[in-house]
């Protein structure tokens, strides 16, 4: 993995890109922001959740059924989170009717984490493949065995 300081410079630029690019889906910057950051939160925390605890424990064991459950669960009771908290920045700082159907947004939201959680997993992969050819990549002190 990269260094905990890279780490942070692309979530920051994965917040930057997502506020600029979500503006105009918000009725004011405030809420925008903090959607994005409850959005952003909750993906980071399933992309760590599956590089750091479920693919040592069940994809590296082969154990792939328990591996696809605990990541598929994790993510859909993240986004249940994220959802709730969303509505509730929506209830609190707009009109609620504003909101949107649930089921809709829970499928959107769904859909962003799936996309980074698999975008996390291919730049790990793509890193550590780098790295084991001698390829140039900035130090990070990548963990032995992640995504074997």
Request: glycine share 4%.
């Amino acid at each position: 993995m990269l260094s905990k300081r890279n780490q942070i410079i692309i979530w920051i630029c994965l917040f930057i890109f997502w506020v600029a690019f979500s503006r105009n889906y918000h009725p004011a910057l405030f809420i925008d922001v903090v959607v994005t950051l409850i959005l952003l939160s909750g993906y980071a925390f399933v992309v760590y959740v599956n590089i750091l605890a479920l693919i040592p424990r069940f994809w590296r064991q082969k154990r792939l059924l328990k591996y696809w459950l605990a990541l598929l669960s994790s993510m859909l009771l993240t986004t249940l989170v994220i959802l709730a908290l969303v509505r509730l920045v929506y209830s609190s700082f707009s009109d609620p009717a504003r909101i949107g159907d649930y089921w809709e947004h829970f499928a959107i939201d769904f859909f962003g984490m799936a996309v980074h959680v698999f975008a996390a997993v291919c730049f790990v992969r793509i890193i550590r493949f780098l790295r084991e050819r001698k390829i140039k990549v900035p130090p990070g002190g990548e963990e032995e065995g992640v995504l074997q």
